[in-house]
């Protein structure tokens, strides 16, 4: 987004005041609680056998995660929880937990020597030089690394004093991600330092920020215990990027058109941040995050009236005042709308979805004009001790590029997101579709097998002849004495149609790495868990170990009418308007509350005018009157498959008649997919007014569902 302001000033401590406000208001909405002890976090993206261990934990104990690093805390707090599920699983995460909870101690470590083969192409045109092909959330780490390293440990200094070191390190870079002070309690936690965020529920790809690019410099506030019964918990941060020569900036020049030339300033961007969650019932967490690229060089800081007008009305400040140039402009913004949901069944799955932007859409703030769709499926318990997880992120054009910061949302030439981002031309304006497929083994005696494949395509009207980019990733590990030891294969194709290939072999200090858990061990852990789970009453875990009764999966048939709006140019062509019918297919799960709310998530496909919808139900809610009637009401977003793919948001209510035949429901409901955007980016498109154009439908639907 691009936000002009009044009277730009170099002001930094007030705009860090600014970003952090908001998180003391919150603490000012809380109730009182006695304070607590700062919490230490996990690795993110360093100890891969740990972490998967940790995300089965969670799962299994009904904890969502919309938020990573992941805190010491909440893994200790689901643990009661999740040993009545898998005790075993249980017991050898209580023990890698062990090294975080003394006074002194290394965290991780590893080392990492690699063979590689391959590179990608120099482009034909000298200013679209081809990057280095980069590794998946490894930091910025590129894929002909011929080694890789890293190191945590941590100090604690009193109950609310964690000093903490640590460093990612390959060839050409050595950032010192890890190293941070906490201060504070559970529910005020300022970590100053290179302390990494990951704002996203997907565990393989953040749309805003994640460990795509190196770690940034940053102040962060944040809290362990959730607030209120709500179950608030915020981020908030400000971080300085790498050093960028490409900022524009207009210079005074009374002979050049409207009294200034177009050149560029050099400095330090800097990155606000601003994340906050609701989990108002167990096992279904929303959030909403933002991030504020500004300042750098002579763009300088901004007053805290200036960071306050576009953080509560960012669509009346993007566009310029007659007369202004960009130089008055705020900067580059991105939003995100995430949710996950559990559903508890025998073999529990969690169900994830964010819906972000880069820009608004004709001044309007709820509406968005360069979306950003992805979503997923994880099954922890697929088999035991066999997990399958599935995740996809579609993009449009204007993601991580801007015509202020022209190095984009990155950090030392590498984007701060998405990773399929980064296999593309380094600041192509291009939109994208990528896709995860893992499947994780872990066998009784501490050997991990995991399969990951990863695809990214790229989006046409660039004029670069982008292929199908593939990866396929093959990982193993052994326990050996205090360590892991296992060796990771990589190969593929890249978006411009070279092979590429890396065989590396590591040492790692893991929790994964100690002996089998012992019968002893895990009889213990039951035990724990179930005392813990009688102390403390139902929790996300209880439901998931209930009977089948307390969830369902359903697939739905029948028809849709649609009545839809086509406008190419919004105030210059007049919409063009049909009305269709079509057939209905859907799919869902939700879990059945105690009362009368039950909480749900799936996939509606409709044909609308030849062409699929596909509508995302991020949250579907239905409250039961009696043994038959019901209500229901969502709300996701949508993907109409025009021309590019137009994203936007989608909603309905509707009622339905339960039991109309044992295992059927019957259903009628209106929807709405409100102005869902794409972008002209083909060649021959006529921008009259605006450079994308909408399609909106409204109609009914009537099928019928049958739960499994």
Known sequence: MHHPVSHPVRAVPSTLAATLLPAALLLLAAPRAPASEVSAYLPLNLAPALEARVERVLALAGVTVLERPIRVETVAAALGAACRIDAPLCAQVRRDLRRYQQDWGVSHAGVEAAAVHGGRPRSAAPALQATPLIQPNQYGAPMDARWQANLGAYLGLGSHVLLNGGAVAYPGRVNPTGSYLSVGTARAQIDVGFRPHWWSPLQDSSMLIGTEAATMPSVTVSNTDALTRLGIRYEVFLARMSYSNHIVWNYPNPGAPGGYSPGFTSGYPRLAGFHVSFEPVAGWSVGVSRLMQYGGGLRGGNSIKDFFKTFA???????????????????????????????????????????????????????????????????????????????????????????????????????????????????????????????????????????????????????????????????????????????????????????????????????????????????????????????????????????????????????????????????????????????????????????????????????????????????????????????TAFFGAGRYAARTPAYGWYAGVGAQWRNLFPGWDASVEYRDGDHLVRNKVLPGEVTIIYPNEFYSFKGEAIYVSRRF
């Open 313 to 631: 009305n960012a669509s009346k400040y993007e566009n310029l005042n007659a007369g202004q140039n960009s130089n008055s402009e705020f900067g580059n913004e991105q939003v995100e709308f995430s949710s996950s949901l559990l559903v508890p069944a025998r073999r529990p799955v969690a169900l994830y979805f964010d819906y972000a932007a880069e820009d608004s859409f004709h001044s309007e703030n709820y509406r968005f004009g360069s979306g950003a769709l992805s979503g997923g499926f994880f099954l922890p318990e697929l088999r035991p001790n066999l997990q399958l997880r599935y995740e996809f992120s579609e993009w449009q054009s204007n993601w991580y590029t801007h015509h202020i910061f022209q190095d984009g949302m990155s950090n030392y030439g590498v984007v701060d997101g998405n990773w399929g981002a980064d296999w593309r031309q380094f600041n192509a304006s291009v939109g994208a579709q990528s896709q995860m497929l893992a499947l994780s083994w872990q066998s009784p005696r501490g050997f991990d097998l995991d399969v990951h494949y990863r695809t990214v395509q790229n989006g046409r009207g660039s004029g670069i002849d982008y292929k199908r980019a593939h990866e396929l990733s093959l990982q193993w590990a052994e326990p050996w004495s205090s360590f892991e030891l296992g060796g990771e294969v990589d190969g593929g194709r890249d978006e411009y149609g070279s092979a590429f290939a890396r065989l590396g072999l590591f040492v790692r200090l893991d929790g994964a790495a100690r002996p089998p858990v012992s019968a002893g061990e895990a009889m213990h852990a039951e035990e724990a868990g179930g005392a813990a789970q009688a102390g403390a009453g139902a929790s996300g875990a209880d439901q998931a170990s209930a009977p089948s009764s307390r969830y369902e999966r359903f697939v739905s048939m029948g028809m849709a009418l649609s009545h839809l709006d086509y406008e190419r140019d919004a105030g210059a062509v007049p919409p063009l308007k049909t009305y269709q019918g079509s057939a209905h297919l859907g799919f869902g799960a939700r879990r059945l509350g105690d009362a009368h709310s039950d909480l749900g998530a799936g996939i509606d496909l409709d044909n609308i005018r030849g062409r699929l919808f596909t509508g995302l139900r991020a949250l579907d809610y239905r409250y039961r009157m009696g043994s038959s009637l019901a209500l």
